[in-house]
């Protein structure tokens, strides 16, 4: 199964990924970046194994995100 | 110390570029933290944790601190906002920079002194007027004449409007650095093309680029002399710095918080020079054109006197990148400090350098030092040239480690 990945500490908090995809995305009320809801934090890379339905909007997150943090992978 | 008129205000992105500025006669710096500046994409951005370093090494060098919050604000950021203000606060930073009234209406409740950003775009004194309740410095829009800058501070004086201090409000204005091609970042270019938020600081600099202008019609494309129709050139105003100081500006601010520690060393040291100079009555056209040509040998894309000349076009740049006379090429890091002798060793990474070399070191604590090179040791022994893989040793006063970067300046005019 597919898996995205988010470089949180780049995030700029634009909240382009949770307009876009609000079934995976929360803007934290801390500190201001996105939360990629259940994904699993590696040294602040966030991993979240998501099934293949949901790959093209995910796909089209990761394009809108002006600061190319979110990977598909 | 000498009797100092204006305030020269320098942009702050790394400690690098701090220590160069305080070592270039800066009054005050600004930076910004974490992702709600204007500045978020560059590669180096300060966090919260760096405002208490920021602060102290201001202080020590008896310099004032200014955060920069002037990007638009989300619901979201609110919390992130607060504790930004109230660190800033605790940390005794000066003031904080913004334009967004959450900002304005947070740092009023946290007694945190406040200066109103260019991007509240203010031009004319009701403006002023109304944020006095609030600032003690406005920063007013890029886009005024200097006839109109000293308009309103004449109408400060008249009025007497006073901002929160009790002190008069004082006007402060950019005079040098990049211009955008919108009203001050009024500008959604990045946004349309590339989703990518400028007024959040990921700015992807669309209007840099060439562009054809086509007849959509005939399909024929139009002669246009220069590409680059949307990138206006740098502005640069030590050439009207005694006009501009005569209009009755306080604070003379730079841009380019992205930019190295070079340029933010050059561009202060001038811009220092040339307001005392107008302090002092000398300031001659010798001496002017000797500035330009410092200014000229770090990244601009050709400069012109912005809007306050009331020239109605901008002038716009005729190349995507920097015109700068001089380039930097990287070299190699800090690798050892022997503190006894004075001397400092670098390995070279990549390239080579020879004597009669140009280097420019930058780096947290000597900030930016330029100097010719001379003798040369290269694995101890002394030597002409030296390449990748060697180490060098430089007489040199301040403790070097690998947070320091070598370079080779080059001339780019004879390319
Ligand atoms: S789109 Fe990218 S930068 Fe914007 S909030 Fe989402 S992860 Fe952060």
Redesign the interface.
């Known amino acids: 199964m597919p898996k995205i990945i988010h470089y949180r500490n780049k995030?700029?908090?634009?909240?382009?990924c949770y307009e876009q995809q609000p079934s995976l995305w929360r803007?934290?009320?801390?500190?201001?970046?996105a939360i990629l809801l259940r994904g699993i934090s590696k040294k602040g890379i966030f991993q979240l194994t998501v099934p293949g339905e949901v790959m093209e909007q995910s796909a089209a997150v990761a394009k809108?995100?002006?600061?190319n943090i979110i990977k598909i992978v | 110390m000498k009797k100092r008129t204006v305030d020269i205000l320098a942009p702050v992105g790394s400690f690098d570029s701090l220590q160069a500025a305080i070592n270039a006669g800066a009054d005050a710096i600004y930076f910004g933290v974490?992702?709600?500046n204007m500045r978020?994409?560059s590669a180096n951005v300060f966090s919260v944790t760096d405002i208490k370093k920021i602060s102290q090494a201001c202080k020590a060098a008896g310099i004032k601190a200014y955060l920069t919050l002037n990007t638009v604000m989300?619901d979201?950021?609110?919390?992130?906002?607060r504790s930004l203000i109230k660190e800033a606060k605790k940390q005794n930073i000066d003031a904080v920079i913004a334009a967004d009234f959450a900002v304005i209406g947070y740092c009023r409740e946290l007694e945190m002194p406040l200066h109103i950003s260019t991007q509240a775009n203010i031009t004319n004194i009701e403006s002023v007027q109304f944020f006095a309740a609030f600032a003690d410095v406005i920063v007013l829009a890029r886009e005024l004449t200097l006839k109109q800058v000293a308009q309103i501070v004449a109408d400060i004086k008249r009025k007497n409007i006073t901002g929160p201090s009790g002190e008069l409000v004082r006007i402060e204005i950019f005079v040098h650095g990049a211009l955008c091609m919108a009203v001050s970042g009024k500008c959604y270019l990045?946004l349309h093309q590339?989703?990518?938020?400028a007024n959040?600081?990921?700015c992807?600099q669309n209007c840099r680029r060439s562009y054809l202008v086509k007849d959509a019609d005939s399909g024929d494309e139009l002669l246009v002399e220069n590409e680059y129709i949307m990138s206006p050139k740098d502005l640069c105003t030590i050439d009207i710095l005694d006009e501009v100081i005569q209009a009755g500006v306080s604070v003379l601010k730079i841009e380019g918080r992205p930019k190295g520690a070079d340029y933010v060393h050059t561009v202060t040291q001038c811009y220092r020079e040339a307001a005392d100079a107008v302090a002092e009555g000398s300031f001659t056209a010798e001496k002017i054109a000797s500035w330009k040509t410092a200014l000229e040998k770090v990244y601009n894309r050709g400069f012109w006197q912005g809007y306050y000349l009331g020239r109605q076009t901008g002038e716009w740049a005729t190349q995507s990148g920097s015109a700068a006379t001089e380039k930097k090429i990287y070299i190699g890091k800090g690798s050892r400090y022997y503190p006894q002798k004075k001397v400092g060793e670098f390995t070279i990474e990549s390239g080579s350098i020879q004597i009669g070399d140009t280097l420019l070191i930058t780096g947290p604590l000597c900030g930016m030092v330029k100097e010719k090179l001379e003798t040369l040791y290269v694995n101890g022994a002394q030597a002409l040239t030296a390449d990748k893989g060697d180490r060098i040793t430089l007489l040199f006063p301040l403790k070097v480690t690998p947070a320091d970067k070598l370079y080779k300046i080059v001339d780019t005019t004879h390319a």
């Open positions: 995030c700029i908090g634009c909240g382009v803007m934290s009320r801390k500190d201001g970046k809108a995100c002006p600061v | 974490e992702q709600l978020s994409r989300y979201h950021d609110r919390q992130l906002l990045s590339q989703n990518a938020s959040r600081g990921a992807t």
